[in-house]
């Protein structure tokens, strides 16, 4: 009994810890956290490079969602893994990378979408992409839809769509 007026006595004259200071940010770095801050730029559906497909097919065919989501995400882990590649991943937003090429994907797939990154050119500017980069890019985009169990044809259809983003993206 003693102890416990004796602990009731210290609580009782102990302190109150100090109350974090508040403050608001006024205009945070960057819409998505995590994410760093770029440059603003224009934003328009024709940035994602391509029109959408029509219908809902396609976005079924890839589990919508969550089937964009795992490809895009094997896409990402096997071009940062791969030697030939890895250096023009590394030294970007892999934040931003992962949830544009996700919006992108969703967008083109007709997923019901925006996609809110940059057009391909501006985006692929100064990187010194050569045709091998893309290629080997391809083959990690098939690798990934194959584990996704995408049939060939639908995944035929959407590298066709994605085809002629090389020349907005290749330099040499």
Known sequence: MIQALLFAAAVATTPAPAAAPTF???HPSTKYPGEEEIADYAHAPANAG????EG??????FHEKAGVDRVVDELVDRSLADPRISDIF???DMVRLRRTLKEQFCYLLNGG??????DMKTVHKDMGLQNTDFNALVEHLQVAMDHEKIGFRDQNRFLAKLAPMQ??????
Do not use: L, N
């Open 50 to 53: 391509t029109t959408p497909f």
């Open 113 to 118: 979408c925006d996609y809110s990154g940059r």
């Open 56 to 61: 809902d097919g396609m976005w079924k065919a």
């Open 167 to 172: 020349r907005q993206a290749v330099e040499r």
């Open 90 to 92: 590394k030294s970007h």
């Open 24 to 26: 608001k940010i006024e």
